[in-house]
Protein backbone atom coordinates (compact mmCIF):
# COMPACT_ATOMS: atom_id res chain seq x y z
CA UNK A 1 0.00 0.00 0.00
CA UNK A 2 0.86 3.68 -1.00
CA UNK A 3 -0.67 6.51 0.44
CA UNK A 4 0.63 9.97 -0.76
CA UNK A 5 -1.15 13.51 -2.15
CA UNK A 6 -1.14 13.10 -5.54
CA UNK A 7 -1.87 10.13 -7.72
CA UNK A 8 1.01 9.68 -10.01
CA UNK A 9 3.33 9.82 -7.14
CA UNK A 10 1.24 7.21 -5.69
CA UNK A 11 1.47 5.11 -8.73
CA UNK A 12 5.07 5.16 -9.06
CA UNK A 13 5.19 3.92 -5.34
CA UNK A 14 2.95 1.16 -6.15
CA UNK A 15 4.59 -0.17 -9.39
CA UNK A 16 7.97 -0.49 -7.29
CA UNK A 17 6.45 -2.39 -4.67
CA UNK A 18 5.28 -4.65 -7.83
CA UNK A 19 8.70 -4.77 -8.73
CA UNK A 20 9.72 -6.36 -5.74
CA UNK A 21 11.21 -2.88 -4.20
CA UNK A 22 10.92 -2.51 -0.40
CA UNK A 23 9.00 0.28 1.28
CA UNK A 24 11.91 2.43 1.26
CA UNK A 25 12.44 1.67 -2.13
CA UNK A 26 8.81 3.24 -2.96
CA UNK A 27 8.84 6.11 -0.68
CA UNK A 28 12.04 6.74 -2.32
CA UNK A 29 10.48 6.76 -5.43
CA UNK A 30 7.12 8.18 -4.48
CA UNK A 31 9.23 11.79 -2.91
CA UNK A 32 11.14 11.94 -6.10
CA UNK A 33 8.27 11.90 -8.12
CA UNK A 34 6.16 14.31 -5.73
CA UNK A 35 9.65 16.85 -6.70
CA UNK A 36 7.64 16.61 -10.18
CA UNK A 37 4.36 16.71 -9.58
CA UNK A 38 3.97 18.60 -6.01
CA UNK A 39 6.20 21.23 -6.50
CA UNK A 40 4.78 23.64 -3.78
CA UNK A 41 5.95 20.61 -0.95
CA UNK A 42 7.37 17.82 -2.83
CA UNK A 43 11.40 18.73 -3.49
CA UNK A 44 14.75 18.18 -3.70
CA UNK A 45 15.30 21.47 -2.34
CA UNK A 46 13.97 20.88 1.00
CA UNK A 47 14.81 18.55 3.48
CA UNK A 48 12.77 15.97 5.91
CA UNK A 49 12.55 12.73 8.48
CA UNK A 50 12.28 9.26 7.61
CA UNK A 51 11.25 6.31 10.11
CA UNK A 52 11.69 2.59 8.52
CA UNK A 53 10.12 0.07 10.32
CA UNK A 54 11.83 -3.40 9.43
CA UNK A 55 10.15 -6.42 10.87
CA UNK A 56 11.99 -8.20 13.28
CA UNK A 57 14.84 -5.75 13.60
CA UNK A 58 13.48 -2.24 14.54
CA UNK A 59 12.27 0.90 13.63
CA UNK A 60 15.39 3.51 12.27
CA UNK A 61 14.72 7.33 11.92
CA UNK A 62 16.33 9.25 9.52
CA UNK A 63 16.88 13.10 9.84
CA UNK A 64 17.75 15.30 7.27
CA UNK A 65 16.45 18.39 7.98
CA UNK A 66 18.46 21.39 6.18
CA UNK A 67 21.35 23.22 7.86
CA UNK A 68 21.78 26.68 7.82
CA UNK A 69 25.05 28.13 5.80
CA UNK A 70 28.55 28.55 6.88
CA UNK A 71 28.09 31.96 6.14
CA UNK A 72 24.61 32.11 8.53
CA UNK A 73 24.61 34.39 11.78
CA UNK A 74 22.69 34.87 14.33
CA UNK A 75 21.13 38.63 13.63
CA UNK A 76 21.07 38.17 10.04
CA UNK A 77 17.70 38.55 10.04
CA UNK A 78 17.76 41.42 12.28
CA UNK A 79 15.93 44.86 11.71
CA UNK A 80 12.93 46.39 12.13
CA UNK A 81 11.88 47.25 8.42
CA UNK A 82 9.70 45.30 5.55
CA UNK A 83 12.30 43.98 3.53
CA UNK A 84 14.95 42.43 6.67
CA UNK A 85 11.35 40.49 8.31
CA UNK A 86 10.51 39.25 4.54
CA UNK A 87 14.01 38.35 4.13
CA UNK A 88 13.28 35.08 5.97
CA UNK A 89 10.27 33.97 3.90
CA UNK A 90 11.03 34.80 0.83
CA UNK A 91 14.28 35.40 -1.65
CA UNK A 92 18.04 33.49 -1.52
CA UNK A 93 19.47 34.47 2.34
CA UNK A 94 16.25 32.10 3.27
CA UNK A 95 17.46 29.57 1.97
CA UNK A 96 18.92 26.59 3.88
CA UNK A 97 21.19 23.76 2.71
CA UNK A 98 19.03 20.95 1.25
CA UNK A 99 18.92 17.45 2.54
CA UNK A 100 16.51 15.48 0.58
CA UNK A 101 18.48 14.07 -1.72
CA UNK A 102 21.17 12.86 0.56
CA UNK A 103 19.01 11.46 2.56
CA UNK A 104 17.03 9.37 0.31
CA UNK A 105 19.97 8.59 -1.03
CA UNK A 106 20.98 7.31 2.52
CA UNK A 107 17.81 5.36 3.24
CA UNK A 108 18.36 3.63 -0.20
CA UNK A 109 22.05 2.43 0.56
CA UNK A 110 20.85 1.70 3.88
CA UNK A 111 17.52 -0.18 3.21
CA UNK A 112 16.74 -0.45 -0.41
CA UNK A 113 16.60 -3.52 -2.87
CA UNK A 114 15.84 -2.07 -6.55
CA UNK A 115 18.53 0.14 -8.15
CA UNK A 116 18.72 3.39 -6.94
CA UNK A 117 18.28 4.53 -11.00
CA UNK A 118 14.83 2.56 -11.21
CA UNK A 119 13.19 4.61 -8.44
CA UNK A 120 14.38 8.00 -10.00
CA UNK A 121 13.81 7.39 -13.85
CA UNK A 122 9.94 7.90 -12.80
CA UNK A 123 10.33 11.24 -11.91
CA UNK A 124 12.05 12.05 -14.96
CA UNK A 125 9.70 10.81 -16.73
CA UNK A 126 7.20 12.47 -14.85
CA UNK A 127 9.78 16.13 -15.52
CA UNK A 128 9.61 15.38 -18.97
CA UNK A 129 5.85 16.42 -18.91
CA UNK A 130 2.53 15.56 -16.96
CA UNK A 131 -0.69 15.89 -17.37
CA UNK A 132 -2.47 18.95 -15.46
CA UNK A 133 -5.02 17.89 -12.94
CA UNK A 134 -6.88 20.24 -10.41
CA UNK A 135 -4.75 19.62 -7.40
CA UNK A 136 -2.00 21.29 -8.88
CA UNK A 137 -4.03 24.17 -10.16
CA UNK A 138 -5.53 24.51 -6.52
CA UNK A 139 -2.06 25.04 -5.55
CA UNK A 140 -1.63 28.43 -7.23
CA UNK A 141 -3.16 30.83 -5.01
CA UNK A 142 -3.68 34.04 -5.40
CA UNK A 143 -0.85 35.07 -3.14
CA UNK A 144 1.24 32.22 -4.18
CA UNK A 145 1.03 33.38 -7.96
CA UNK A 146 2.02 37.13 -7.14
CA UNK A 147 5.37 35.99 -5.23
CA UNK A 148 6.40 33.49 -7.83
CA UNK A 149 5.67 36.21 -10.38
CA UNK A 150 9.04 37.75 -8.39
CA UNK A 151 11.40 35.41 -9.53
CA UNK A 152 11.80 35.30 -13.12
CA UNK A 153 13.58 31.82 -13.13
CA UNK A 154 10.36 30.61 -10.87
CA UNK A 155 7.90 32.28 -13.12
CA UNK A 156 8.89 31.03 -16.62
CA UNK A 157 8.10 27.47 -14.81
CA UNK A 158 5.25 27.37 -12.56
CA UNK A 159 3.43 30.29 -15.05
CA UNK A 160 4.30 29.82 -18.21
CA UNK A 161 3.45 32.26 -20.89
CA UNK A 162 2.97 34.08 -17.77
CA UNK A 163 -0.43 32.61 -16.74
CA UNK A 164 -1.40 29.45 -14.84
CA UNK A 165 -0.81 26.12 -15.89
CA UNK A 166 -4.24 24.68 -18.34
CA UNK A 167 -6.09 22.04 -16.59
CA UNK A 168 -5.30 19.11 -19.15
CA UNK A 169 -2.69 20.44 -20.61
CA UNK A 170 0.92 19.40 -20.18
CA UNK A 171 3.08 20.50 -17.80
CA UNK A 172 6.95 20.64 -18.75
CA UNK A 173 9.93 20.72 -16.40
CA UNK A 174 13.07 20.06 -18.80
CA UNK A 175 15.58 21.41 -16.52
CA UNK A 176 14.86 19.65 -13.66
CA UNK A 177 14.56 16.28 -15.82
CA UNK A 178 18.07 17.05 -16.60
CA UNK A 179 18.59 17.49 -12.79
CA UNK A 180 17.15 14.17 -12.10
CA UNK A 181 19.15 12.74 -14.83
CA UNK A 182 22.27 13.56 -12.87
CA UNK A 183 21.02 11.90 -9.32
CA UNK A 184 19.41 9.19 -11.27
CA UNK A 185 23.00 8.51 -12.78
CA UNK A 186 25.71 9.90 -9.64
CA UNK A 187 23.50 9.60 -6.62
CA UNK A 188 23.31 12.61 -3.90
CA UNK A 189 26.71 13.73 -5.87
CA UNK A 190 24.69 14.28 -8.83
CA UNK A 191 23.10 16.99 -6.68
CA UNK A 192 25.60 18.47 -3.92
CA UNK A 193 28.32 18.27 -6.40
CA UNK A 194 29.14 19.07 -10.06
CA UNK A 195 26.75 20.81 -12.47
CA UNK A 196 23.68 20.67 -10.21
CA UNK A 197 25.72 22.37 -7.38
CA UNK A 198 27.80 24.48 -9.91
CA UNK A 199 24.53 26.11 -11.28
CA UNK A 200 22.68 26.36 -7.17
CA UNK A 201 26.01 28.05 -5.92
CA UNK A 202 25.72 30.83 -9.25
CA UNK A 203 22.09 31.20 -8.57
CA UNK A 204 22.43 31.98 -4.49
CA UNK A 205 25.39 34.63 -5.75
CA UNK A 206 23.10 36.38 -8.53
CA UNK A 207 20.64 36.79 -5.43
CA UNK A 208 22.65 37.89 -2.47
CA UNK A 209 22.11 34.37 -1.08
CA UNK A 210 24.86 32.59 1.35
CA UNK A 211 24.94 29.09 0.31
CA UNK A 212 28.42 27.77 -1.11
CA UNK A 213 29.89 24.59 -2.62
CA UNK A 214 31.33 23.79 0.86
CA UNK A 215 27.90 23.47 2.64
CA UNK A 216 26.44 21.56 -0.16
CA UNK A 217 29.58 18.58 -0.55
CA UNK A 218 29.76 18.89 3.22
CA UNK A 219 26.24 18.13 4.21
CA UNK A 220 25.51 14.13 6.07
CA UNK A 221 22.11 13.50 7.07
CA UNK A 222 21.97 11.57 10.88
CA UNK A 223 20.18 8.12 11.99
CA UNK A 224 19.10 8.95 15.09
CA UNK A 225 16.82 6.90 17.54
CA UNK A 226 12.90 7.66 17.41
CA UNK A 227 11.11 9.20 19.99
CA UNK A 228 9.40 5.52 21.68
CA UNK A 229 6.35 6.70 24.15
CA UNK A 230 3.97 3.76 25.75
CA UNK A 231 0.28 4.70 25.16
CA UNK A 232 -3.11 2.83 25.91
CA UNK A 233 -0.92 -0.03 26.06
CA UNK A 234 0.45 0.63 22.51
CA UNK A 235 3.64 1.98 21.58
CA UNK A 236 3.93 5.06 19.40
CA UNK A 237 7.30 5.95 17.20
CA UNK A 238 7.53 9.90 15.80
CA UNK A 239 10.68 11.53 14.91
CA UNK A 240 13.48 13.33 17.13
CA UNK A 241 15.14 16.16 17.38
CA UNK A 242 15.55 18.16 15.04
CA UNK A 243 12.04 17.28 14.30
CA UNK A 244 9.68 18.69 17.51
CA UNK A 245 7.08 16.55 16.57
CA UNK A 246 7.85 13.06 18.92
CA UNK A 247 8.77 14.42 21.63
CA UNK A 248 6.34 17.12 21.77
CA UNK A 249 3.24 14.40 21.07
CA UNK A 250 4.55 12.17 23.71
CA UNK A 251 4.91 14.99 25.94
CA UNK A 252 1.51 15.61 25.22
CA UNK A 253 0.27 12.19 25.52
CA UNK A 254 1.81 11.39 28.80
CA UNK A 255 -0.31 14.71 29.98
CA UNK A 256 -3.60 12.92 28.94
CA UNK A 257 -2.95 9.42 29.78
CA UNK A 258 -3.81 10.88 33.55
CA UNK A 259 -7.11 11.38 32.28
CA UNK A 260 -9.49 8.50 31.21
CA UNK A 261 -10.23 10.48 27.88
CA UNK A 262 -11.95 6.93 26.40
CA UNK A 263 -15.28 8.33 29.03
CA UNK A 264 -15.77 11.44 27.86
CA UNK A 265 -17.68 12.37 25.19
CA UNK A 266 -15.22 12.47 22.03
CA UNK A 267 -14.84 16.02 20.88
CA UNK A 268 -17.51 17.69 24.40
CA UNK A 269 -16.07 20.59 25.76
CA UNK A 270 -14.47 18.10 29.11
CA UNK A 271 -12.74 15.95 26.04
CA UNK A 272 -11.34 19.28 24.24
CA UNK A 273 -10.32 21.22 27.60
CA UNK A 274 -7.96 18.20 28.17
CA UNK A 275 -6.59 18.21 24.42
CA UNK A 276 -6.16 21.79 24.62
CA UNK A 277 -4.34 22.02 28.15
CA UNK A 278 -2.08 18.60 27.56
CA UNK A 279 -0.78 20.73 24.06
CA UNK A 280 -0.67 23.86 25.70
CA UNK A 281 2.01 22.47 28.33
CA UNK A 282 3.40 20.34 25.53
CA UNK A 283 4.36 23.35 23.23
CA UNK A 284 5.17 25.27 25.65
CA UNK A 285 8.27 23.03 26.33
CA UNK A 286 8.99 22.36 22.54
CA UNK A 287 8.94 26.15 22.19
CA UNK A 288 11.71 26.91 24.71
CA UNK A 289 13.57 23.75 24.86
CA UNK A 290 14.26 21.93 21.45
CA UNK A 291 16.55 22.48 18.75
CA UNK A 292 19.29 20.25 16.85
CA UNK A 293 20.30 17.60 19.39
CA UNK A 294 24.11 18.43 17.76
CA UNK A 295 24.05 21.72 19.54
CA UNK A 296 21.89 21.65 22.33
CA UNK A 297 21.84 19.24 25.59
CA UNK A 298 17.95 18.46 24.98
CA UNK A 299 16.44 17.28 28.55
CA UNK A 300 14.80 14.67 26.28
CA UNK A 301 14.41 12.12 29.03
CA UNK A 302 12.08 13.98 31.24
CA UNK A 303 10.19 15.61 28.48
CA UNK A 304 9.21 12.35 27.31
CA UNK A 305 8.91 10.81 30.72
CA UNK A 306 5.47 9.40 32.48
CA UNK A 307 6.44 11.05 35.22
CA UNK A 308 6.79 14.56 33.99
CA UNK A 309 3.45 14.24 32.17
CA UNK A 310 1.95 13.13 35.24
CA UNK A 311 3.69 16.31 36.69
CA UNK A 312 2.52 18.66 34.24
CA UNK A 313 -1.02 17.13 34.49
CA UNK A 314 -1.44 17.63 37.94
CA UNK A 315 -1.63 21.91 37.10
CA UNK A 316 -4.76 20.93 35.17
CA UNK A 317 -8.28 22.10 36.74
CA UNK A 318 -11.21 20.11 35.15
CA UNK A 319 -13.68 23.25 34.52
CA UNK A 320 -10.92 26.72 34.11
CA UNK A 321 -8.83 26.79 31.39
CA UNK A 322 -5.11 28.21 32.26
CA UNK A 323 -3.66 31.43 30.53
CA UNK A 324 -0.52 30.55 28.23
CA UNK A 325 1.17 33.39 29.65
CA UNK A 326 1.40 31.48 32.85
CA UNK A 327 2.75 28.42 31.48
CA UNK A 328 6.36 27.95 31.38
CA UNK A 329 8.62 25.53 30.33
CA UNK A 330 8.47 22.89 33.50
CA UNK A 331 11.88 21.01 33.13
CA UNK A 332 13.84 23.12 36.16
CA UNK A 333 10.05 22.90 38.32
CA UNK A 334 10.16 19.37 37.76
CA UNK A 335 13.64 18.30 38.77
CA UNK A 336 13.80 20.52 41.65
CA UNK A 337 10.29 19.65 43.37
CA UNK A 338 8.40 22.64 42.73
CA UNK A 339 4.77 22.80 42.69
CA UNK A 340 4.08 24.10 39.68
CA UNK A 341 5.64 25.45 36.37
CA UNK A 342 6.51 29.52 36.45
CA UNK A 343 5.65 31.95 33.60
CA UNK A 344 8.91 32.66 31.36
CA UNK A 345 8.74 34.58 28.24
CA UNK A 346 7.35 33.26 25.48
CA UNK A 347 9.84 31.07 22.96
CA UNK A 348 6.99 30.68 16.54
CA UNK A 349 6.92 26.40 10.58
CA UNK A 350 4.78 25.73 7.08
CA UNK A 351 2.32 24.89 5.68
CA UNK A 352 4.48 23.39 2.81
CA UNK A 353 5.02 20.03 3.13
CA UNK A 354 4.26 16.61 2.08
CA UNK A 355 3.82 12.77 3.86
CA UNK A 356 4.18 9.82 2.14
CA UNK A 357 2.94 6.13 3.91
CA UNK A 358 4.25 3.02 2.32
CA UNK A 359 3.95 -0.88 3.72
CA UNK A 360 5.27 -2.95 1.57
CA UNK A 361 4.65 -7.24 1.34
CA UNK A 362 6.93 -8.07 4.25
CA UNK A 363 5.66 -5.79 6.31
CA UNK A 364 7.94 -3.06 6.09
CA UNK A 365 7.19 0.49 6.34
CA UNK A 366 7.90 4.31 5.75
CA UNK A 367 6.64 6.99 7.18
CA UNK A 368 8.81 9.98 5.28
CA UNK A 369 7.64 13.70 5.41
CA UNK A 370 9.56 16.12 3.23
CA UNK A 371 9.10 20.01 2.86
CA UNK A 372 9.91 23.50 1.33
CA UNK A 373 8.59 25.16 4.76
CA UNK A 374 5.77 27.62 2.83
CA UNK A 375 4.35 27.04 -0.27
CA UNK A 376 6.67 26.94 -3.15
CA UNK A 377 9.58 27.42 -0.46
CA UNK A 378 11.39 30.79 -0.73
CA UNK A 379 10.12 31.16 -4.75
CA UNK A 380 13.76 30.57 -5.65
CA UNK A 381 14.27 28.55 -8.64
CA UNK A 382 18.21 27.84 -9.41
CA UNK A 383 18.58 28.72 -12.96
CA UNK A 384 18.91 26.24 -15.15
CA UNK A 385 18.34 23.48 -12.43
CA UNK A 386 14.69 23.77 -12.02
CA UNK A 387 14.93 23.14 -8.15
CA UNK A 388 12.95 25.19 -6.28
CA UNK A 389 14.23 26.33 -3.18
CA UNK A 390 13.32 25.98 0.23
CA UNK A 391 12.92 29.07 2.44
CA UNK A 392 13.85 26.69 6.23
CA UNK A 393 15.90 29.29 7.26
CA UNK A 394 12.52 31.07 8.99
CA UNK A 395 12.07 27.97 10.71
CA UNK A 396 14.90 29.29 13.30
CA UNK A 397 14.45 31.87 16.02
CA UNK A 398 14.80 34.32 13.90
CA UNK A 399 14.09 37.30 16.10
CA UNK A 400 13.15 36.37 19.45
CA UNK A 401 10.34 36.82 21.00
CA UNK A 402 8.51 37.44 17.53
CA UNK A 403 6.73 34.90 16.12
CA UNK A 404 7.78 33.24 12.62
CA UNK A 405 5.09 33.00 9.52
CA UNK A 406 3.69 30.40 11.57
CA UNK A 407 3.20 32.00 14.71
CA UNK A 408 4.92 30.01 16.12
CA UNK A 409 7.37 31.89 19.13
CA UNK A 410 10.91 29.93 20.21
CA UNK A 411 13.59 29.82 22.12
CA UNK A 412 17.01 30.89 22.30
CA UNK A 413 18.07 26.91 21.80
CA UNK A 414 16.88 27.53 18.03
CA UNK A 415 18.85 30.48 17.32
CA UNK A 416 20.14 30.28 14.16
CA UNK A 417 23.93 29.03 13.93
CA UNK A 418 26.34 27.94 10.73
CA UNK A 419 25.99 24.53 9.93
CA UNK A 420 22.86 24.32 12.59
CA UNK A 421 19.86 22.44 11.70
CA UNK A 422 16.70 24.37 12.36
CA UNK A 423 13.71 22.99 14.67
CA UNK A 424 10.67 21.21 12.87
CA UNK A 425 7.43 19.92 13.36
CA UNK A 426 7.39 17.34 11.25
CA UNK A 427 6.17 13.96 12.52
CA UNK A 428 5.96 10.83 10.56
CA UNK A 429 4.54 8.21 13.13
CA UNK A 430 4.23 4.52 13.60
CA UNK A 431 2.13 2.55 16.32
CA UNK A 432 2.21 -0.81 17.54
CA UNK A 433 -0.23 -2.93 19.51
CA UNK A 434 0.77 -4.47 22.56
CA UNK A 435 2.86 -7.11 20.85
CA UNK A 436 4.72 -4.67 18.56
CA UNK A 437 2.56 -5.67 15.78
CA UNK A 438 2.97 -2.88 13.51
CA UNK A 439 -1.10 -0.99 13.36
CA UNK A 440 -0.68 2.36 11.72
CA UNK A 441 1.66 4.53 9.87
CA UNK A 442 0.98 8.55 9.26
CA UNK A 443 1.37 11.77 9.01
CA UNK A 444 0.75 15.12 7.05
CA UNK A 445 1.93 18.63 6.61
CA UNK A 446 0.79 21.55 8.19
CA UNK A 447 3.44 23.43 9.97
CA UNK A 448 2.86 23.35 13.83
CA UNK A 449 -0.99 22.11 13.07
CA UNK A 450 1.47 18.70 11.87
CA UNK A 451 1.62 17.96 15.89
CA UNK A 452 -1.57 18.59 17.08
CA UNK A 453 -3.29 16.12 13.74
CA UNK A 454 -0.88 13.49 14.68
CA UNK A 455 -1.75 13.84 18.57
CA UNK A 456 -5.46 13.87 17.73
CA UNK A 457 -5.93 10.83 15.46
CA UNK A 458 -3.70 8.74 17.61
CA UNK A 459 -5.72 9.62 20.81
CA UNK A 460 -8.69 9.10 18.33
CA UNK A 461 -7.51 5.66 17.89
CA UNK A 462 -6.16 4.65 20.87
CA UNK A 463 -8.73 6.51 23.38
CA UNK A 464 -11.95 6.38 21.80
CA UNK A 465 -11.78 3.47 19.11
CA UNK A 466 -12.55 5.63 15.98
CA UNK A 467 -11.61 3.98 12.71
CA UNK A 468 -8.98 5.40 10.60
CA UNK A 469 -10.62 7.14 7.94
CA UNK A 470 -13.25 8.72 10.82
CA UNK A 471 -10.00 9.88 12.52
CA UNK A 472 -8.24 11.29 9.65
CA UNK A 473 -11.59 13.09 8.68
CA UNK A 474 -12.45 14.35 12.10
CA UNK A 475 -12.39 18.26 12.63
CA UNK A 476 -9.40 19.45 13.31
CA UNK A 477 -8.04 21.34 16.68
CA UNK A 478 -5.19 22.75 17.16
CA UNK A 479 -3.23 24.84 20.09
CA UNK A 480 0.40 25.53 20.49
CA UNK A 481 0.65 27.98 23.54
CA UNK A 482 1.02 31.46 21.91
CA UNK A 483 -1.07 32.61 20.99
CA UNK A 484 -3.39 31.90 23.57
CA UNK A 485 -6.01 30.37 21.56
CA UNK A 486 -7.97 27.52 20.46
CA UNK A 487 -8.34 26.98 16.86
CA UNK A 488 -10.98 25.35 15.57
CA UNK A 489 -11.58 24.17 11.80
CA UNK A 490 -14.75 25.66 10.86
CA UNK A 491 -18.26 24.04 11.82
CA UNK A 492 -15.72 21.86 13.64
CA UNK A 493 -17.40 22.39 17.06
CA UNK A 494 -21.09 21.95 18.06
CA UNK A 495 -21.84 25.71 19.15
CA UNK A 496 -23.07 24.38 22.68
CA UNK A 497 -19.44 23.11 23.06
CA UNK A 498 -17.94 26.08 21.97
CA UNK A 499 -19.96 28.17 24.72
CA UNK A 500 -19.16 25.50 27.63
CA UNK A 501 -15.25 25.94 26.04
CA UNK A 502 -16.13 29.53 26.32
CA UNK A 503 -17.59 29.78 29.59
CA UNK A 504 -14.10 27.38 30.93
CA UNK A 505 -11.88 30.67 30.08
CA UNK A 506 -10.56 29.56 26.35
CA UNK A 507 -10.88 31.81 23.60
CA UNK A 508 -11.90 29.65 20.15
CA UNK A 509 -11.84 30.52 17.00
CA UNK A 510 -12.38 29.15 13.95
CA UNK A 511 -9.37 28.62 11.30
CA UNK A 512 -10.42 29.50 7.56
CA UNK A 513 -7.83 27.45 6.20
CA UNK A 514 -6.67 24.11 7.04
CA UNK A 515 -3.44 22.68 5.68
CA UNK A 516 -3.57 19.11 6.98
CA UNK A 517 -3.27 16.24 4.36
CA UNK A 518 -2.61 13.19 6.12
CA UNK A 519 -1.91 9.98 4.40
CA UNK A 520 -1.86 7.15 6.55
CA UNK A 521 -2.00 3.34 6.69
CA UNK A 522 -3.93 1.13 8.55
CA UNK A 523 -2.19 -2.56 9.10
CA UNK A 524 -4.89 -5.48 10.06
CA UNK A 525 -4.13 -8.55 12.51
CA UNK A 526 -4.18 -10.53 9.53
CA UNK A 527 -2.11 -8.24 7.34
CA UNK A 528 -4.62 -6.32 5.41
CA UNK A 529 -4.01 -2.63 4.65
CA UNK A 530 -6.47 0.23 4.46
CA UNK A 531 -5.11 3.12 2.89
CA UNK A 532 -6.45 6.43 4.05
CA UNK A 533 -5.82 9.78 2.30
CA UNK A 534 -7.21 13.15 3.88
CA UNK A 535 -10.44 14.05 1.89
CA UNK A 536 -9.51 17.72 2.73
CA UNK A 537 -7.13 17.20 -0.45
CA UNK A 538 -7.98 14.42 -1.95
CA UNK A 539 -4.93 12.47 -1.79
CA UNK A 540 -4.81 9.11 -3.34
CA UNK A 541 -4.15 5.68 -1.82
CA UNK A 542 -3.33 2.30 -3.55
CA UNK A 543 -2.72 -1.29 -2.74
CA UNK A 544 -1.72 -4.00 -4.43
Not at 115 to 126: F, Y
Not at 129 to 158: K, M, N, Q, W
Not at 169 to 196: K, S, V, W
Not at 417 to 433: C, E, F, I, N, Q
Request: include cysteine; aromatic fraction near 6%.
Amino acid sequence: MVASTDRYATQVGVEVLEAGGSAVDAAVAVAFALAVVNPEAGNIGGSGFLLAHVPGEDTFALDFRGRAPMAATLDMFAGEDAAARRASEIGHLAVAVPGSVRGLWDAHARFGTLPWSRLVEPAVTLAEGFVVDGRLLRSYEPHIVTALRSFAACSSIFLPNGALPLEGGTFRQPDLARTLERIRDRGADGFYTGETADLLVAEMRRGGGILTHEDLASYTSAWRDPVRFGYRENTVLSAPPASSGGVTIAAAANILSMSRLGDLPWHGAAHVHRLVEAWRRAFADRNHYLADPDWVDLPLEVLTSPEYGAWRARSIHAGAASRSADIGPGVEAFLSGVATAPAIGASREGQHTTHISVVDRHGGAVALTTTLNTWYGSKVVAEGTGVLLNNEMDDFTVRPGEPNFFGLVQGDANAIAPGKRMLSAMTPTLVLDGHGRLTHVLGTPGGATIITTTSQIVSSLLDHGLTLTDAVAAPRLHHQHLPDALQVEPGGLPADVVSELEAMGHTVRERPEWSGDVQAIAVAGDGGLQGVPDPRRGGVAIGL
